[in-house]
């Protein structure tokens, strides 16, 4: 168990555009999920942490109003990226935990954004 | 706050043999989780093990183990008879107890050549 989807895997926009990430818990409740960003040979920066029917929280740096997270069910968590400009490409991970196993996370497979 | 040190960037290995990657990290908490993550060329983040804190008995997945010095604050990845499919960027990464939020390291690269 404990499978998480993103989709699309890879998406290509013009700039000032927006574009919607999915991820999804496939196979448990996620009482909790997260949203980072990835820049080539680096680690992962996490971008925003989001409860189920709550307001997400934010990184510092992290623009609340370029970046709008929305996790409708416990199982689905979206990330928008608004007005979406060439410095936004990146590669976005999500990644889910649940009350067992220490809320461990579980991470999808991942999305790369270019933006045009 | 809670840091973690990777202090190797790369480390190359022959198939089926045995390699280290060590991981240090510092925190006043003394309830916590530590990871070890590999993301492959997929960029898939994969779990490869994880240790409790308060447990003393170092953890073991298949021919994945770590050595988990509570005392010393270390927590080193032991990867024997590797294999090709092990070439990854290994992460390691803690967790407050209570918490979901985790602090990663800035990643070891592990090639297996043949």
């Known amino acids: 168990g404990a499978v998480v989807s993103q989709h699309p895997s890879w998406v290509i926009c013009k700039s000032g555009t927006s574009v919607k990430i999915e991820c999804r818990s496939l196979?448990?409740?996620?009482?909790?999920m997260f949203w980072y960003r990835q820049f080539p040979k680096q680690s992962l920066m996490l971008m925003a942490t989001s409860n189920e029917g709550s307001k997400a929280t934010y990184e510092q740096g992290v623009e609340k109003d370029k970046f709008l997270i929305n996790h409708a069910s416990l199982t689905l968590s979206t990330l928008t990226v608004t007005s979406a400009h060439p410095e936004d490409s990146s590669f976005y991970i999500c990644?889910?935990?649940?009350?067992?196993?220490?809320?461990?996370?579980?991470f999808g497979p991942g999305t790369r954004l270019l933006v045009l | 706050a809670q840091t973690v040190t990777q202090s190797q960037p790369e480390m190359s290995v022959q198939e089926a043999e045995t390699v280290t990657l060590s991981c240090t990290y510092d925190?006043?908490?003394?309830?916590?989780?530590l990871f070890w993550y590999k993301q492959p060329p997929s960029r898939q983040m994969i779990l490869v093990i994880r240790q409790e804190a308060y447990k003393q008995q170092n953890a073991t997945e298949n021919r994945f183990s770590v050595n988990f010095q509570k005392a010393a604050k270390s927590f080193s990845l032991k990867i024997s008879d590797s294999q090709l499919g092990d070439t990854a960027m290994y992460f390691c990464?803690?967790?407050?107890?209570?918490?979901?939020?985790?602090?990663f390291g800035k990643g070891t690269m592990l090639l297996v050549s043949p």
């Open positions: 990644s889910a935990s649940r009350r067992t196993e220490g809320k461990t996370q579980y």
């Open positions: 196979d448990f409740q996620a009482t909790t």
């Open positions: 925190t006043s908490e003394n309830n916590y989780y």
């Open positions: 990464a803690f967790m407050i107890t209570g918490y979901s939020t985790l602090t």
